[in-house]
């Protein structure tokens, strides 16, 4: 009975969230592995991480990894049984809490730990040993995994991504976004050779006869996917950056040793891109870590404290990708980008990474607004439409660890989504409080999409509850149709009106009529008004909004 009363549950649960996308997914399949991996059961909700340590040595022959990991937590609610996540091909060794061995089973990823009875309010810690080979990344960062490469030398260049897949492909642990450590330890041997970088602070290392030690610790809460390390004969050089009110932050670089000299004068950017996201949202957030690059095999990954740089020195995305004038690297932009918005602020559920993406991908036009102008903010967002295809809504399914869209509208899409409210409200010093007020409201924390549209109704005074609707729950975007009318006595009228998902959407957008610059209120319903149209054509600002626009 137990057991069909928890598929009867779980039928539910997903039934909710997926009629919240207004039945998009509804053609979708999910199984058991895509909710144990994806959903917030009682065997995890009864605890909270409040540690991790993480001990372990690479095999590099092997291509393997054997240690344990300290799993420190508090009770939320009395439970006798939790569920932690390791991935299938890993093999799991054993589980000791309080001197004892622990029974556990194994469902696909999932782990189900037996503990004696625990109180709510109590604290402890388990130790989970393991080992095994990690999947090999195909496509990284793309498809998770890691990454066994090799320098030009010939020397071993290791690093791992698992966004998405998830970071219990190489290490136990409780692997949802809702639920991010208070800190971490990260301790890797690895031979002498060669160094290893991890996220944080490194506290010592330690001498092991032919191997190292290298000791990690960050003490800020951090997503599991962002947890990682880096290994091979890295030269390391530091800057300083000075924020604002005089304060000062090691920038760390860990680059190949033949790219030093390349690395010292291209990381030079690192400054400015520090610059703008303090103007713009406050000082970067892991402070007390540092701020750090560390040159990989694969393109880039926003791991906190530690970002994956793998742009080649190059501007833009590996030369491409900005406007041809611009000359700024887009991997240090948009990963410094998300130690703000998917690093401190991250989402509870993998079905809102818009949270990450479309923040972040928009602060690259803040980037270029602020150091260039808005005019070219401008003419950057409008590179990025041809990456928008409208194919399915920004949000997807919760529950499941949603990570299957067709296109990157999460990222592009979800910029633009931004920069057309930010135009909708078209008051400049009041966007830019919102989107300031809105971090440093939530920073380093967990947040739903509910909280940002909460803060902009708050501030702007207005409800734009519809406009999310719209943008996010749905693949289309809205379409202004209009047409335009010679009436008896010689005047000219335009009639317009939203076409749209939403049936209370309402909008207003600019047009220029006759060199001068007109502002129209839409809504669903056909709205007629004398406008002196002239001979020349109607320029409605798809610059600053993302719709279409179709004549009648």
Not at 158 to 175: F, H, Q
Not at 217 to 227: E, G, R, T
Not at 407 to 412: E, K, L, P, R, V
Request: proline residues 4%; contains cysteine; glycine residues 6%.
């Amino acid at each position: 009975m137990k057991k069909i009363l928890s598929f009867a549950f779980l039928f539910l649960w997903i039934t909710l969230s997926l009629s919240a996308q207004k039945g998009f997914y509804d053609r979708y399949t999910f199984n058991r592995a895509d909710t144990l991996r994806g959903m917030l059961r009682p065997e995890r909700t009864a605890y909270d991480v409040t540690f991790y340590e993480l001990n372990i040595k690479l095999q590099l022959d092997q291509r393997s990894v054997d240690g344990f990991v300290d799993i420190h937590y508090h009770a939320k609610d009395n439970f006798d049984r939790l569920q932690i996540d390791l991935y299938q091909n890993m093999s799991l060794d054993k589980i000791e809490f309080q001197g004892k061995e622990l029974s556990f089973q194994r469902e696909y990823n999932a782990v189900f730990i037996d503990f004696p009875e625990q109180q709510k309010g109590s604290q402890g810690k388990f130790r989970v040993y393991y080992h095994g080979s990690p999947r090999v990344a195909r496509r990284p960062p793309w498809d998770g995994g890691f990454v066994w490469s090799s320098t030009a030398s010939g020397a071993p260049w290791i690093a791992v991504a698992c966004e998405g897949d998830g970071a219990s492909l190489w290490w136990p642990n409780k692997d949802h976004l809702s639920d991010e450590p208070d800190s971490m330890s990260i301790k890797v041997t690895v031979p002498d050779e060669l160094f290893c970088v991890a996220n944080g602070d490194l506290r010592q290392t330690v001498e092991l006869g032919a191997n190292t030690r290298y000791e990690w610790f960050v003490s800020y809460p951090i997503n599991n996917y962002n947890v990682t390390i880096n290994v091979a004969p890295y030269a390391h050089f530091s800057e300083t950056y000075t924020a604002k009110d005089g304060e000062q932050m090691p920038m760390d670089f860990y680059v190949l040793p033949e790219n030093l000299a390349k690395a010292k004068t291209h990381f030079q950017q690192t400054e400015g891109v520090l610059e703008a996201f303090e103007h713009y949202f406050g000082k970067y957030p892991f402070w007390n870590d540092g701020f750090a690059l560390v040159e990989t095999p694969y393109l880039g990954m926003e791991h906190q404290g530690a970002i994956a740089y793998g742009n080649h020195y190059k501007r833009g995305y590996m030369g491409g990708m900005i406007p041809k004038d611009m000359n700024w690297d887009y991997i240090i932009v948009h990963e410094t980008g998300h130690e703000y918005f998917g690093n401190s602020i991250s989402c509870h559920d993998l079905a809102e990474m818009w949270i990450h993406e479309s923040f972040t991908t928009y602060m690259e036009a803040l980037y270029v607004e602020y150091h260039f102008s808005f005019k070219d903010a401008v003419r950057y967002l409008n590179s990025q439409k041809s990456f928008i295809m409208n194919q399915e809504p920004i949000l997807g399914p919760k529950n499941v660890n949603w990570e299957n869209w067709k296109g990157s509208d999460h990222y592009f899409k979800g910029s633009w989504v931004l920069h057309t409210l930010r135009s909708a409200i078209d008051n400049d010093k009041l966007w830019f409080d919102i989107l300031k007020g809105f971090y440093q409201k939530h920073e380093i924390s967990n947040v739903r999409t509910t909280d940002f549209i909460d803060y902009v109704n708050q501030a702007t005074g207005n409800d734009y509850t519809y406009f999310f609707e719209q943008y996010l729950e749905y693949p289309s975007i809205p379409v202004l149709e209009w047409t335009s009318l010679v009436n008896r006595d010689g005047t000219s009228s335009l009639k317009y009106r939203w076409k749209t998902n939403i049936q209370d959407f309402r909008m207003p957008v600019k047009v220029n009529i006759q060199n001068r610059e007109v502002v129209l209120y839409p809504t669903t319903e056909w709205q007629e008004e004398v406008i002196d149209l002239g001979k020349g054509e109607l320029d409605f600002r798809t610059d600053l909004y993302l719709i279409k626009i179709k004549a009648k």
